[in-house]
């Protein structure tokens, strides 16, 4: 029996703070293999997909929350279904089942798989089997405590921080009683919380005592000590998916392509048609910033754009055989993609130096709708949406990082891949 259970948004310095607020498993997790994890993209569906597929962004099929379809004008959320590749982590033998919890990208199974939903996707479903919707605990489940992210910046954010440790403590119960069931072989449980109060609140939040919400949050970390007695009694490991670092600004990189003439905007009018799908897929994500959520639908003048980073810190060649309005032909493509990585090479590089990185597909064709090269600057955020709807910088980003706690004796390096860590996990 797998169990999974993911901290996401705690970096490994938070680890020492987390060990001291658990003092019946603290112990038990001090004895697991520690391993630092990095990934290729922040956000939290690309993270995941890593995870669930072993396979990074440029195969995996999924680069963020949502992907371009037919267009690079024409985005569409991610789910599991858009996967290339099997979702191995959750995936279970014939006759056997599998409980997911708050996991991204992963849709009702109800045939064999247990799932209580992210809240990431509109599938109208927040449980699934259906029948447990029967049981009281599950009845009232959601996955978030807000219903929109517009709603819930008019909050106090102290309320918005306790709601959110008080719908994980529920959530948290509902895991130990679907643990209890012991009808599966792989379980898998997403906290969601230390993300939220990442962005809430900031880094470090474990040790700062002083905090208006910790007397909750304190409370919530002696459900979770019990609960972590209970779920170490499978093949256990912990992981935090990514981490958060103080974010030192933002970039828009379709108006730094623009400016290199690779990306021409379209008019205001068609900005004002899709903004409201725009913030549709916003308010859709319910989350405390609107973190990743980038989107350039509609905006795009592919008749004469080469390329265009609708999703966060990706960028993607507007291929003629990929895209129904692409330009780029494939003899050219190597042509503009190095066109492209030079540029951003010298203009990030120049100001960002070594916290710049740029990592290219790796093959010399990408006849997929995979992006082509990944950008990462460290601490700084990608919102690549049009300048009007810019905001201010957030206090916190995603680092691409974060740690795993493995079982004693696992063969992982003191540093390893995302995908390297799903090969360990599924192995
Ligand atoms: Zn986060």
Same mark, same amino acid.
């Given at each position: 029996m797998q169990c999974l259970i993911a901290v996401d948004g705690l970096s490994s310095s938070d680890l020492t703070s987390l060990v001291q607020c658990l003092p019946r498993s603290g112990k038990l997790l001090e004895r697991l293999r520690f391993a630092k994890i990095n990934s290729s993209l922040s956000s939290t569906q690309a993270i995941w997909a890593e995870l669930l597929t072993g396979f990074q962004a440029f195969l995996s099929g999924c680069a963020g929350y949502a992907c371009p379809s037919s267009s690079l004008n024409k985005l569409v959320v991610c789910t599991?279904? &858009? =996967? +290339?590749? %099997? $979702?191995?982590?959750v995936e279970t033998d014939a006759g056997e089942r599998s409980v997911t919890i708050n996991l991204p990208l992963l849709l009702p199974r109800p045939e064999n798989r247990t799932w209580l939903a992210d *809240? #990431? =996707? #509109?599938? *109208?479903?927040?449980?699934? %089997? %259906? +029948? =447990?919707? /029967?049981d009281p605990l599950f009845e009232h489940y959601l996955p978030r405590p807000y219903k929109s992210h517009a709603g819930a910046t008019t909050l106090d954010q102290n309320d918005v921080s306790k709601q959110c440790i008080e719908l994980e403590s529920r959530r948290l119960s509902m895991a130990v009683s679907l643990f209890n069931q012991r009808n599966f072989s792989k379980f898998t449980y997403r906290l969601s919380v230390f993300d939220y109060l990442s962005h809430l609140i900031g880094t470090n939040f474990l040790a700062a005592k002083d905090l208006t919400v910790y007397k909750s949050l304190e409370k919530l970390l002696r459900q979770f000590d019990d609960a972590l007695q209970v779920f170490s009694a499978g093949d256990f490991a912990l992981v935090s998916a990514h981490s958060h670092t103080p974010c030192l600004g933002t970039i828009n990189l379709n108006l730094l392509l623009a400016s290199g003439g690779f990306l021409y905007i379209d008019t205001e009018e068609g900005s004002s048609r899709n903004r409201s799908e725009r913030l549709k897929v916003a308010s859709a994500l319910w989350q405390p910033t609107t973190h990743h959520l980038t989107s350039l639908d509609g905006r795009l003048d592919t008749s004469r754009s080469v390329a265009a980073s609708p999703v966060s810190g990706c960028v993607y060649i507007n291929k003629r055989t990929v895209f129904d309005d692409g330009i780029v032909e494939d003899s050219d493509y190597l042509k503009v993609r190095e066109a492209i990585t030079s540029y951003l090479g010298s203009v990030l590089g120049s100001r960002f130096g070594r916290a710049f990185s740029l990592e290219t597909y790796p093959h010399q064709l990408n006849s997929s709708s995979a992006p082509d090269l990944i950008v990462k600057i460290d601490g700084v955020e990608f919102n690549n949406l049009s300048e009007s709807m810019t905001p201010v910088a957030p206090l916190t980003t995603h680092n691409p990082s974060g740690f795993a706690l493995l %079982?004693? *004796?696992? =063969? /992982? $390096? &003191?540093q390893i891949s995302a995908t390297d860590l799903a090969t360990l996990l599924n192995a």
């Open positions: 599991e279904r &858009d =996967l +290339q590749m %099997p $979702a191995r982590l *809240g #990431s =996707l #509109s599938t *109208g479903k927040l449980v699934s %089997p %259906p +029948q =447990l919707r /029967a %079982p004693e *004796g696992s =063969l /992982a $390096a &003191d």
